[in-house]
C-alpha cells in the first residue's frame, strides 16, 4: 500500500524518519512529503496557501499505481481532509495523527508572523500535555529540523464539498480514547457534526504527547500499520 505521510506545521519529511523503515518492514511504500513554501522566505511563499499544500498531495494521489492511505499529523490533518475530499474515490483510509478532522472553511490555529512567515515557536510554547514525552535530549534533537511555514497557511481555510464522510478513517489520539474524544467534541460544535458525519471512524490511543513520530516512533508505525491493513 502507498502511505502518503503529510506533516503538521514547521516539519518536512524528515520528520517521519524513524516511522519509516517500520513501515517499509511491513511491505508498504511510504513517501513522506515537505509540502510546499516550508523553510521558504516571505518573497517565495507569501502567495501559498492551504489549498496549495492540498493540492500537492492530491498530485502525489494522483501519480500512484492504486488507492492510498494518506496519514496527517497535527495541522496536516486538515490538508489530507482536503486531499481525501477531492479524490474520495482513490484514498482507502485516513489516518490522523492526534488531531480531528476539519469542518468546512476551518483554519488549523494563528501563530505570530516573523518576517512575513510563520516560525517555530519552540517547544516551550506548547502545553505540557503535548510536549512532556519529549526530553531534553529529543528537543535538541528535533529543534533543528523545523522549518518556518508560509504565513497563510495556518489561518487559511480548508475547502470541502462532498464524498470525504465515506472514506473509512483512523484517529490515533495522543491522550485520548473514544470516549475521552468523542466527550471533548461535544465541546466543538461543528468539530463534533464533522466526526459524527464519517460513515467508518475507528479511535485509538497512543499514549504519547503531540509528536509521538518524535518520542514513540514504533508505536506510531505499528498503528499505522494495523490501520493500513483494515
Known sequence: MDIILVPGLWLEASSWDDVVPALEAAGHRPLAMTL?????????????????WV??????????DGPVVLVGHSGGGNVVWGAADARP?????????????PPPESA???FELV???VPFPGWDFFPDE???????????RTTPLTRSVPARVPTDPVRLSDGRHRVPVTMLMGGMDQQQLEAELDNWGSYAEEYRAIADVTVEKIGSGHWPQ??????LAALI???AGQ
Request: aromatic share 4%; proline share 6%; hydrophobic share 40%.
Open 36 to 52: 510546499p513554501g516550508v523553510g521558504e522566505p516571505a518573497e517565495r511563499s507569501s502567495g501559498i496557501g492551504m489549498s496549495d
Open 55 to 64: 493540492d500537492a498531495v492530491v498530485e502525489k494521489i494522483d501519480a500512484a
Open 89 to 101: 474515490d482513490r484514498v482507502a483510509r485516513v489516518v490522523f495523527v492526534d488531531t480531528v478532522p
Open 108 to 110: 488549523i490555529s494563528e
Open 115 to 117: 518576517d512575513g512567515v
Open 130 to 140: 503535548d510536549v512532556f514525552d519529549l526530553d531534553a535530549q529529543t528537543r535538541a
Open 214 to 219: 518524535f518520542s514513540q516512533p514504533e508505536r
Open 225 to 227: 500499520n494495523d490501520a
